[in-house]
């Protein structure tokens, strides 16, 4: 009878060197097959490439967090556990081969470049190339596209052009992708493309309907939409400075993504007639860089809430009110944030009474030409 062996947690591992993993091991002189890398197996290691060899199952957080981790030859891999290679921020290419199950966010945050699995995967596919493309569950057929990583997270990278319909919730979540097209695209799923730190083109198509914190904390600088048939339009001078807007909204702005989270790039100038921006109307859009409010005089609760990259406000001399509970939290990360009013009475009493008092003053008055 053949006799299988784990490997477990260890700090022995040298830093800096690949690390094949054995087909056999002996103990006291009986050999076992490796099959399986443990739980937390690798965690924080400094290794730099590992062989699998025989092993058919990695475990959960195996090589989570290994930062230095540059190449992995999946050998005979069918299933990867949640977390196994999460964090692990120098790893760019890999080729999953014969893999049939991949666990929860199992390549969260991975910087990948170059993506590759076999062709007769009796579970996946790949749609486009190694370098544009994402991988995808065969059952989903051509119309959808579902989280890959157990029920949180995908496989993509470069440039994604898809005929697909409906992506699901957390269908890419945490992924390295550039740039998404779908001239099809009618849904898009909760958290669908959340964490996906290098996203910055969308073409959203006729789209239709957009989930909770579709696109949080993505880098967004340009946004294409087909006009005719959708239920959202553009509002801005280019497909680089704007937002999206539902086109039942008039005077109050409301999230664009379910019930929080909005979709936006560069500069944002309300011009569309608004007066009110909703709670969570731009949760976690990272795409804004800068703000001209026009007529927009009434903020509800956390409508900018983690808009990092917005460093630049102008208002107007009108009377401005708010109900913020935390809408400046995590806005104007970086230094140097100017807040461009008619004069300095206004900007005070603007900071005041929107913006509060522990984020004012990072904000500094400048008079508006």
Not at 49 to 78: M, P
Request: net charge negative; glycine share 10%.
């Amino acid at each position: 009878m053949t006799k299988h062996a784990l490997i477990s947690a260890n700090n022995n591992y040298v830093a800096n060197s690949t690390f094949t993993i054995p087909e056999k091991i002996s103990v006291d002189g009986i050999y076992y097959t490796v099959v399986t890398i443990g739980e937390r197996a690798f965690k924080d290691s400094g290794i730099v490439g590992i062989n699998l060899n025989k092993v058919n199952a990695i475990g959960v957080s195996a090589f989570e967090d290994c930062f230095e981790l540059k190449a992995v030859n999946f050998g005979t891999v069918s299933a990867i556990g949640n977390y196994a290679f999460q964090g692990c921020a120098t790893l760019a290419t890999i080729n999953l081969r014969n893999v049939t199950s991949i666990g929860d966010s199992a390549f969260y945050g991975v910087p990948l470049s170059k993506i590759n699995i076999d062709e007769d995967n009796s579970i996946f596919n790949l749609v486009g190339d190694e370098t544009d493309g994402y991988i995808h569950k065969k059952a989903d057929g051509t119309a959808n596209v579902t989280a890959v990583c157990g029920t949180y997270g995908g496989i993509a990278c470069g440039n994604i052009s898809t005929s697909a319909t409906h992506i699901g919730d957390y269908a890419f979540y945490g992924c390295s992708m550039i740039d998404f097209s779908s001239a099809y695209l009618a849904n898009v799923g909760a958290y669908a493309f959340s964490d996906c730190f290098s996203l910055h083109t969308l073409y959203l198509g006729t789209v239709t309907s957009i989930g909770d914190n579709a696109f949080a904390h993505c880098p967004i600088s340009r946004v294409g939409l087909n006009p005719i048939g959708g239920n959202y339009k553009w509002c801005g001078y280019n497909a680089y400075n704007g937002y999206l807007k539902k086109n039942d909204d008039t005077t109050t702005l409301n999230p664009t993504c379910g019930n929080q989270g909005g979709v936006a790039c560069g500069n944002v100038s309300f011009t569309d007639g608004e007066t009110t921006l909703a709670s969570n109307a731009f949760y976690d859009a990272e795409g804004i860089t800068s703000i001209v409010f026009n007529t927009v005089t009434i903020f509800q609760s956390d409508w900018n809430c983690g808009c990092m990259n917005l460093y630049s406000v102008t208002i107007g001399s009108g009377s401005y009110t708010s109900t913020n509970d935390n809408g400046w939290n995590q806005v104007g990360l970086v230094t140097g944030c100017i807040l461009y009013a008619p004069d300095s009475t206004v900007a005070d009493a603007f900071k005041t009474n929107v913006i509060l008092p522990a984020y004012a003053a990072k904000w500094t008055y400048q008079q508006a030409q």
